[in-house]
């Protein structure tokens, strides 16, 4: 009986350093994801419930570091299907012929099936990796503004920084992001 109690202590203990080496990563992989905070914590909490379901059945892990974001990307598709997609923004971005695209209008549908789903989620994970690319200033005011829907005049008063200037380093912000998804976006939507 004595071993079985030492196996579930190093099992817990192996599990509370996963939780603390990669908890805060995982949480901001959610977050850029997902703009509900209570939604990213029940992600979170998801995640890791199913790590300690797994070690408890004694699931072999091999890399446990890409099983977690694995399972929290599934998790995250799973929160999408349940709810109906809100506007991605109500930022508009001029198409090639002059016309106004609104960003949501450039991602496939969550409910379009599995090849739109995966293109989506590509698309969502080069946007994370292209808003890391962006200096601090500009992914601030692009996070703010387009995904937690917060006014440029309440950004100006948070941060002392003037409307202009907030709007001058998020249309540098687009402008990177633009041109970073477009050969993604060329590619998957050849006829």
Known sequence: MARVDHMALEQDQRISEVVKREGSRLRNFIRRRVADPRDVEDVLQDVFYRLVEANRLLMPIDHVTGWLFRVARNRITDLFRKKTPEPFSDTAIEGEEGELLQIEDLLPSPDAGPEALYFRNLLLDELELA?????????????????????????????????????????????????????????????
């Not at 001058?168 to 998957?188: G, N, P, T």
């Open 131 to 191: 808003l890391d690319e962006l200096p601090d200033e500009q992914r601030e005011v692009f996070v703010a503004h387009e995904l937690e829907g917060r006014s440029f005049k309440e950004l100006a008063e948070e941060t002392g920084v003037s409307v202009n200037t907030l709007l001058s380093r998020k249309r540098y912000a687009v402008l990177h992001l633009r041109e970073r998804l477009q050969s993604i976006y060329d590619e998957f939507m050849k006829p």
